[in-house]
C-alpha cells in the first residue's frame, strides 16, 4: 500500500516531491519498497518521527522539514494524505486532488468522499455554502451510531472525512497562530529543538487543532470508490468490488470467505462461511467477519504473554536490503538475501554460527577471512564462526543469496561489527 499510494500520488505531484513521514524502525521499510519502482527515491524524502505523537505533530514535523530543511516556498501547495487508504477510481482522484490544489488558495482544503452507505466507523463532514468548486465546512461531526449515519446519507448534506488535508506553508502557520497558540509556540522552535523536545509535544489529531477551529476550511467532494483500509474485513470488501484478487483457493460448502497468503499456498475452506483467512508464514488468522475491532485484544494478549510473532518478521527490511526467513530451526536457519545495487552489509563476525552462502542471482563480491570474493550465480562460499566477513553487491541488479546458518545459537544479536557504512554498532 505504501508503493500504491506512491504512485498514485506521483500523477499529482513529481516524484522528487513526494515526502513520507515515519518512525524510525519503518524507515528502511519504506526506502526500500519505494526504491523497488523508483530507483531515484532519495533518503531525504524521507521524515523521522521520534516519537508517534498523532496527525498534529506528524504534520507540523513535515512542514518544519519542507520549509527550513529542503526550503519549500512557502505558497506551494502541499497535500498530506495517508498510505492506508486504497483508491480504486485512481484517475479520478488524481483528477480531483490537482484541481483542488490549483484553486486552494490561502485555505485549509480538505477532501470529502460522497458516501455510499451508513458508516458508523467514519468522523463526517457537513457541506456549507458552495463556492465555485467547493464548499466552505459548516461542522464535523464524530464518527455517528447507526441512525444518525443513516440520517446523514439521507440528506445529503453529509460526506466522509477521508483525513487528506491540503494548504501551503504560509496558511498552516498563519492557521495554527490562530488556532492552537500553545502548538504555534512550539512550532516556532528551531528544527533541532523541535525535534529534540518532539516526544513532549501533545498527542492530538490534526482534526481538532486546524479542521474544527479555523474559519478558512474548504472541501472538495469527491466519488473515487475509497476505502481507509483498518482490517481484514475492509481487505475483503475492496476484493469483493474486484480490486483485489483473492489468495488462490477452493471452497467446498463454503461462502463469503475472504483468503491472503503472503506466500501463496493454497487455502482450502469446508463447510464454513463469513469469514477472513490471513496466512502469514508464521501465523495463520482464522477470523469471523465482523469481529476485527477484537484484533486489539489478541496483539496486547501476545504483547502480555512474551509471543515472539508480534516483534518476529518473516521478512525484515535493512538498509542495504531485506532478507526472509524460510527455515528457521533450533540448529539451522535459512535466508534468502536481497542486497540491493551498490549496497554492502557490515564487516561482522559471529561467536556461535557459521553460514554458508549460495548466490542464486547477481554478483556478489564477498570479504571471507583474509580472502576476498567474487561469486557469481551457482558459486558459494563457507564462513566459519569467528571469522571477519562482508557481503557486497557491485552489479546493477539486486543480488540474491541463500544462507544457511548452523550453529547451537541462531539469534540476530550474535553480531560483532567492525565496520558498517550506516553507522550501526
Known amino acids: 500500500m505504501i508503493q500504491e499510494t506512491f504512485d498514485r500520488m506521483s500523477g499529482v505531484v513529481a516524484k522528487e516531491n513526494i515526502y513520507f513521514v515515519t518512525g524510525k524502525d519503518n524507515v528502511y521499510n519504506v526506502f526500500n519498497q519505494i526504491s523497488e519502482i523508483y530507483p531515484g527515491f532519495q533518503k531525504q524524502q524521507i521524515i523521522i518521527e521520534p516519537v508517534a505523537r498523532d496527525t498534529t505533530p506528524a504534520i507540523m514535523l513535515a512542514v518544519k522539514y519542507l520549509h527550513e530543511k529542503i526550503g519549500v516556498d512557502v505558497n506551494v501547495p502541499i497535500i ?187 487455502i482450502v475452506t469446508v463447510g464454513v462461511d463469513d469469514i477472513n483467512v490471513v496466512e502469514n508464514n508464521d501465523v495463520i488468522l482464522i477470523q469471523k467477519k465482523g469481529k476485527s475491532a477484537e484484533m486489539k485484544n489478541v496483539v496486547e494478549y501476545l504483547k502480555e504473554h512474551n509471543y515472539k510473532e508480534v516483534e518476529h518478521n518473516i521478512e525484515v527490511q535493512r538498509p542495504w536490503g531485506k532478507y526472509e526467513v524460510l527455515i528457521d530451526e533450533k540448529n539451522h536457519k535459512v535466508k534468502k538475501i536481497t542486497v540491493l545495487p551498490g549496497s554492502t552489509l557490515s564487516l561482522q563476525s559471529h561467536e556461535r554460527r557459521s553460514e554458508h552462502w549460495v548466490v542464486v542471482k547477481g554478483i556478489a563480491q564477498v570479504v571471507n577471512g583474509e580472502d576476498l570474493l567474487v561469486l557469481h550465480e551457482n558459486q558459494s562460499t563457507y564462513i566459519p564462526a569467528t571469522s571477519k566477513h562482508r557481503l557486497s553487491n557491485p552489479g546493477l541488479v539486486d543480488l540474491e543469496i541463500i544462507e544457511v546458518q548452523t550453529g547451537d545459537y541462531l539469534e540476530e544479536d550474535d553480531i560483532v561489527r567492525y565496520e558498517d557504512t550506516y553507522g550501526r554498532k
Not at 490549483?102 to 463532514?125: E, Q, V
Not at 456549507?128 to 446519507?153: I, M
Not at 495554527?176 to 525535534?195: A, S
Open 80 to 266: 498530506e494524505v495517508h498510505s492506508d487508504h486504497f483508491i480504486g477510481k485512481k484517475e479520478v482522484y488524481q483528477e480531483l486532488a490537482k484541481r483542488a490544489l490549483a484553486s486552494l488558495g490561502n485555505n485549509i482544503g480538505l477532501i470529502g468522499i460522497t458516501p455510499t452507505k451508513p458508516d458508523t466507523r467514519l468522523g463526517h463532514i457537513e457541506k456549507g455554502e458552495k463556492e465555485n468548486d467547493h464548499f466552505r465546512v459548516a461542522s464535523f461531526k464524530e464518527k455517528p451510531d447507526l441512525e444518525t449515519a443513516k440520517k446523514f446519507l439521507a440528506t445529503g448534506k453529509y460526506v466522509w472525512n477521508a483525513g487528506m488535508y491540503m494548504f501551503n506553508i504560509q496558511t498552516f502557520i498563519n492557521e495554527l497562530e490562530i488556532c492552537d497558540r500553545e502548538m504555534f509556540e512550539l512550532y516556532k522552535q528551531e528544527y533541532e529543538v523541535f525535534v529534540a523536545n518532539f516526544e513532549k509535544m501533545p498527542k492530538i489529531a490534526i482534526d481538532y487543532v486546524l479542521a474544527e477551529r479555523s474559519k478558512k476550511v474548504i472541501m472538495f467532494e469527491g466519488d473515487f470508490d475509497w476505502s481507509d483500509i483498518g482490517s481484514f474485513d475492509e481487505l475483503a470488501e475492496v476484493a469483493e468490488r474486484g480490486y483485489a484478487a483473492n489468495t488462490k483457493r477452493l471452497e467446498f460448502d463454503s461462502k463469503n470467505v475472504y483468503t491472503n497468503s503472503i506466500s501463496g499456498r493454497l
